[in-house]
């Protein structure tokens, strides 16, 4: 049984199949720096994805606001689903923004990962399933940085867990 901060008592699922077809947790999982409890799915987790971006056809040149951002309070990860359809495409990069609410802006998460060379990419006529992204309740925001090609069209989904 965990507990939170506080020294609360959390509830837990006991099984898979408790956790099935439902938006809970298996466990938690304790953040320090904003000493709280985040739910832990451990790969039990089931939910519907949600749509972060639609029908993009341009790069972002610019950040975003916080609240084009998703707000993953209360969940450790988020694993995004990026659905790209085009012509020629050579380099399609992306990269992960966190938002830091102290500093209020957005700060790039670790490498730009260019779409187009990975392998799933072909294979797949285009959807590629990106590792799930150690969250821990911040707003985070796929942005694309750069594009060679025709056109693009992109649809990006997330699912929180």
């Given at each position: 049984?965990?507990?939170?901060?506080?020294?609360?008592?959390?509830?837990?699922?006991?099984?898979?199949e408790d956790a099935e077809g439902n938006e809970v947790a298996v466990g938690y999982v304790f953040n320090p720096t904003?000493?709280?409890?985040?739910?832990?799915?451990k790969g039990l987790y089931s939910a519907?994805?949600?749509?972060?971006?639609?029908?993009?056809?341009?790069?972002?040149?610019?950040?975003?606001?916080?609240d084009a951002g998703?707000?993953?309070?209360?969940?450790?990860?988020?694993?995004?689903?990026?659905?790209?359809?085009?012509?020629?495409?050579?380099?399609?990069k992306v990269q992960l923004l966190r938002w830091n609410s102290l500093a209020h802006k957005w700060f790039g998460c670790g490498n730009a990962v260019?779409?187009?060379?990975?392998a799933e990419f072909t294979v797949s006529g285009g959807c590629v399933c990106l590792l799930?992204?150690?969250?821990?309740?911040?707003?985070?925001?796929?942005?694309?940085?750069?594009?060679?090609?025709?056109s693009?069209?992109?649809n990006i989904y997330y699912v929180l867990c």
């Open positions: 049984m965990a507990r939170d901060d506080e020294n609360k008592v959390l509830n837990t699922v006991r099984s898979p904003k000493k709280r409890f985040y739910p832990d799915s519907d994805p949600k749509k972060h971006r639609d029908n993009v056809t341009q790069v972002d040149t610019e950040n975003p606001s916080v998703i707000d993953c309070e209360g969940y450790r990860n988020c694993r995004f689903d990026v659905e790209v359809q085009g012509v020629n495409i050579t380099t399609l260019n779409l187009a060379t990975a799930e992204d150690e969250a821990f309740g911040a707003t985070i925001f796929l942005k694309i940085l750069e594009f060679v090609g025709s693009f069209v992109a």
